[in-house]
């Protein structure tokens, strides 16, 4: 981005769908979810509008996400947002849901840790009874392994593409921890690695949280992966993809 003062006032995500070449641009105008009350929020729903606003303006043709709380927010972001995100925390608050299937006709879910697949194959018809031209997307970002972190589940991948129109891996979301290991409570290479192997496991694309300064990111910065490499882990991913092609040739 070319104005990092405007940008790094909201969190700097990316995702992108394999094989397509499908970019899209995640930023959250409020981290409603935060566990202190002293946490950084960011600003607001009308000058997240404006900022989203002047990303189009600057980057014709970008894509955006954006996650939202509260139902009456989904007809606020109709016009400048392309996909809308429900939170990990509310993905079966069944309102919300519905209202952004009214207004939207790509509707993200991020999968609550807590869930396996047979909770979330059941609740996609919230969005496809409400919008019947609706894509719905499920995002995994990990499953609860005791009280301290969170681990990745490959077997559900297929399972879930059964009823999902996407099915998304979170890189970064995903390695999060309650504690610190090695002075972190995430972890960025593993995050890269998720990122370059999701092909594998048959993920229709990838999320991934990053920064150009991952220390002075809003939030979650111990799972960012630096800006600089993504490029590299494109690659990586590429030639992967390639490699998968000839194998299933």
Request: with cysteine; aromatic share 8%.
């Amino acid at each position: 981005m070319q104005n990092r003062e405007v940008y790094t006032k909201i969190s700097d995500h990316l995702v992108f769908l394999l094989g397509v070449e499908d970019w899209y641009y995640k930023a959250s105008f409020d981290k409603a979810n935060r566990t202190s009350l002293y946490g950084g929020r960011g600003p607001g729903l009308e000058e997240g509008i404006k900022i989203f606003k002047e990303i189009k303006d600057r980057h014709p043709g970008i894509k955006l996400i954006t996650d939202i709380h509260e139902p009456w927010q989904a007809e606020k972001l109709a016009d400048v947002i392309d996909v809308i995100q429900i939170p990990a925390f509310l993905c079966r608050q069944t309102d919300l849901v519905i209202e952004a299937a009214r207004h939207f006709n790509k509707v993200n879910v991020k999968k609550g840790q807590w869930l396996g697949p047979n909770n979330l194959l059941l609740s996609v018809d919230k969005i496809k009874n409400t919008n019947q031209n609706a894509e719905a997307w499920i995002t995994d970002r990990g499953s609860s392994f005791g009280y301290d972190k969170l681990i990745n589940d490959f077997t559900i991948v297929d399972e879930l593409k059964e009823v999902y129109d996407k099915v998304i891996l979170d890189c970064t979301h995903s390695t999060q921890r309650d504690r610190k290991v090695y002075g972190r409570q995430g972890d960025p290479l593993l995050a890269a690695r998720h990122m370059v192997a999701a092909p594998i496991y048959n993920y229709d694309g990838v999320f991934v949280e990053t920064h150009y300064d991952p220390k002075t990111s809003p939030s979650d910065g111990d799972c960012m992966i630096n800006l600089k490499e993504i490029s590299n882990l494109l690659h990586k991913q590429e030639e992967i993809m390639k490699l998968l092609g000839t194998l299933n040739g």
